[in-house]
């Protein structure tokens, strides 16, 4: 069974600083999904990594896969309040033919916080 | 429409009642899935549908729970005599998995929030 685990689950941050949020999981996968939750909120796409080494940046966000590791990383540059959520990783182990298995496995979700 | 849809949007019921809950995919999009968020909690997978057909409903909690999928398009989730564990918000997403193949990017609708009294 798949098991994918995120740390930290709760992080507060003061502005300006530097943090990462790491997401492992316990199966040989490519592909991997980072999800941001506002509160109340529903979930929104924020990057999709489908190879190893594949890093993907948005604005203060960035991306990256290790598949031989099992780890993801989504790593937070000088933060921003608008920055505070709840952020998820989620895997899929796919199948042998190089498709989808059509179910996504999600981490516990990590509560960011961001502060003067 | 442009994005996956829900509705109701909120539902408070009585413990031992029926409800329906009802999600819209993105056009196209061959493949559908509900979840279940508790307060504070991550998601938990409910069921998938590929096409009208449910290769995955290992998350469905209990017998109470059921769904179904028309036309390729309209899910419907009914919990039948609904307790108070049953309070949740319940996501649905659609992706184009089958057509794209690799990427399995879900698309999250904005939930139904059910409260059971």
């Not at chain 1, 999600?106 to 502060?115: C, E, R």
């Not at chain 2, 994005?3 to 408070?12: A, H, I, L, M, Y």
């Not at chain 2, 997403?93 to 009294?117: D, I, M, W, Y």
């Amino acid at each position: 069974e798949l098991k994918v685990e995120q740390n930290p689950l709760f992080l507060s941050m003061q502005e300006g600083k530097n943090y990462t949020i790491y997401c492992n999981y316990s199966t040989t996968s490519d592909r991997l999904y980072w999800y941001r939750q506002d509160p109340g909120k529903s979930l929104e796409s924020l990057f999709v990594l489908l190879s190893n080494g594949a890093v993907k940046q948005e604005g203060r966000l960035m991306a990256s896969l290790d598949t031989k590791a099992r780890l993801s990383t989504l790593h937070i540059t000088a933060a921003v309040h608008d920055l505070s959520a709840t952020y998820f990783c989620a895997v899929d182990i796919g199948l042998a033919g190089g498709t989808s298995y059509g179910k996504l496995t999600f981490g516990q979700g990590t509560i960011l916080t961001v502060h003067p | 429409g442009a994005g996956v849809s829900q509705s109701p949007s909120n539902k408070v019921t009585e413990k031992g009642k029926d409800v329906e809950l009802r999600c819209d995919p993105i056009s196209g999009h061959t493949a559908l899935y509900w979840y279940r968020q508790r307060l504070g909690q991550g998601l938990e997978f409910l069921i998938y549908f590929q096409g009208n057909s449910a290769p995955d409903k290992s998350g469905l909690p209990s017998d109470r729970f059921s769904a179904e999928r028309t036309g390729e398009s309209v899910s419907t989730l009914t919990i039948q005599r609904t307790q108070q564990e049953d309070s949740a918000v319940y996501l649905c997403a659609s992706s184009l998995v089958g057509l794209a193949g690799k990427n399995n990017e879900q698309f999250f609708g904005p939930g139904t929030r059910l409260t059971v009294l």
